[in-house]
């Protein structure tokens, strides 16, 4: 028993240390991911089973020897660390104006300015009483070709609501609408909009850019069909994570490009707003990585099937940085410090160039802490998230009758870090 408890100690140590600083190396990037992203954002239970795990190992003789209680300092070491963690989640604020803006201000700065904090329980405690849900509505058939969405809005009838599109993620291979955007999906029609859930053709079946056709057709089934759902088909706004993130901004940005909507050019495509979660925004040029993300074995072989070397062009139009405009829609960009998927300096380039070109806000949240996909759980850092993401959509759609923007939405703000 000593020998378990010092094995036990020894792994709690290391999963709070790579919990902090995950590894991003490519033997142990993936494992390292999900024990980091498990370990953040399950952090309450994964301590309760840690606390339990080393108790009845110590009571049934684990302290029988130098391993154990080696193991046991190890174990609160590791128990400590992971308590730290929930510290800084639990305090996580997501500011904002009482326009609808989000600010990414540090907590410790928030009494300086006359902001109203938003304090919101764990989004499992938000009741899906009120919400209706309808599954595997048909938006697209051709053929044996069935693409359908799942549509969240409130209970009853009345006046007509805005809507939010949401894109899953899964590395354009995986994914399904039942799997991701759950908790935002539900807060929104509790909050009076009209929610809907997308498919759209996975890799290697599909080739680039049949995933951004299915989802522009999606926009113009959307149009036609809006009201059928209670839902203002000229007002849309578009959110997603990782391969959903990168697909929202191709989304926002590419609107009415006719490359991008074959057999239907003449439908309007654009969105009101966007709120990319942790995405790929640039294939072709190194920063974040040794090389540019285009030359991955995933995108060559998988998704856009075109050698990266060859074809860098390619790789540059599957890019929603190429696509940056004075034009472009608002964005608000949410990414976490401790992603090892995606490096956050992914989306500080992409705000960075997006700023320096569009006339639209451009809000930036970076969560401290966060790893890729930490809005997937209900957890204190998803429920002020998604209250912020909520505020700020209803921002854009009080205040944006005309353009979309908040009037009063700050552009550029000093500390692009959320607590």
């Known amino acids: ?46 301590l309760a089973f840690w ?82 849900v309808e599954r595997n509505i048909v938006y697209r058939q051709d053929g044996r070709l069935r693409l359908k969405a799942d549509v969240y809005r409130p209970d009853g009838e009345g006046r007509v609501r805005p809507g939010l ?17 759950l908790p935002l999906l539900n807060h929104m029609a509790v909050q009076g909009w009209v929610g809907f859930n997308v498919n759209y053709r996975l890799s290697p079946r599909a080739t680039w850019p049949e995933h951004l056709i299915d989802l522009k057709h999606f926009i113009a089934w959307y149009r036609q069909h809006a009201e059928e759902y209670g839902a203002d088909p000229d ?33 309007d495509t654009s969105v009101r707003g966007a709120v990319p979660f942790y995405g790929v925004y640039n294939f072709f040029e190194a920063g974040p990585w040794p090389r540019p993300m285009g030359s991955t074995h995933l995108l060559e072989r998988m998704v856009i099937k075109q050698p990266f070397a060859a074809n860098p062009e390619v790789y540059a139009k599957a890019s929603p940085v190429t696509y940056i405009r004075e034009d472009a829609p608002p964005f608000f960009v949410v990414h ?46 998803t429920a002020r998230v998604i209250e912020a993401v909520e505020r700020y959509l209803t921002g854009l759609h009080r205040q944006g009758t005309d353009t979309g923007v ?6 550029s703000l000093g500390d692009r870090s959320v607590g």
Not at 2 to 8: E, K, R, S
Not at 116 to 131: D, M, W
Not at 236 to 254: E, P, Q, W, Y
């Open 235 to 267: 007002f849309l706004c578009v959110t997603g994570g990782s391969a959903g993130g990168h697909l929202t901004a191709m989304v926002a940005l590419t609107a009415n490009l006719p490359e991008f909507q074959p057999g239907f050019e003449d439908v």
């Open 406 to 411: 908040p009037g009063e939405i700050v552009r």
């Open 165 to 181: 599109m949401q894109i899953h993620g899964g590395a354009w291979v995986i994914g399904d609408k039942r799997e991701q955007g």
């Open 51 to 132: 606390a339990v795990a080393t108790a009845l190992t110590a009571v049934f003789g684990g302290l029988d020897g130098w391993a154990g209680w080696l193991g046991l300092v190890l174990a609160v070491a590791g128990m400590a660390g992971l308590a730290a963690t929930i510290v800084a989640t639990r305090r996580t604020v997501v500011t904002l104006r009482d326009c609808g803006a989000p600010l990414d201000l540090d907590p410790e700065d928030a009494p300086r300015y006359p902001l109203a904090h938003l304090v919101v329980p764990p989004l499992c405690l938000i009741p899906r009483r009120g919400v209706r």
């Open 336 to 381: 976490g410090s401790r992603d090892s998927l995606i490096p956050v300096v992914e989306a500080h380039r992409f705000v960075e160039r997006l700023r320096d070109v569009s006339a639209a806000p451009v809000i930036y949240a970076e969560m401290k802490g966060a790893q890729h996909a930490f809005d997937v759980f209900p957890s204190y850092r």
């Open 1 to 46: 028993m000593p020998y378990l408890l010092l094995a036990l100690g020894i792994l709690f140590a290391l999963a709070a240390a790579n919990a902090h600083s995950p590894r991003r190396d490519i033997v142990l990037l993936v494992p390292s991911f999900f024990c980091g992203w498990l370990t953040i954002e399950m952090a309450p239970h994964v």
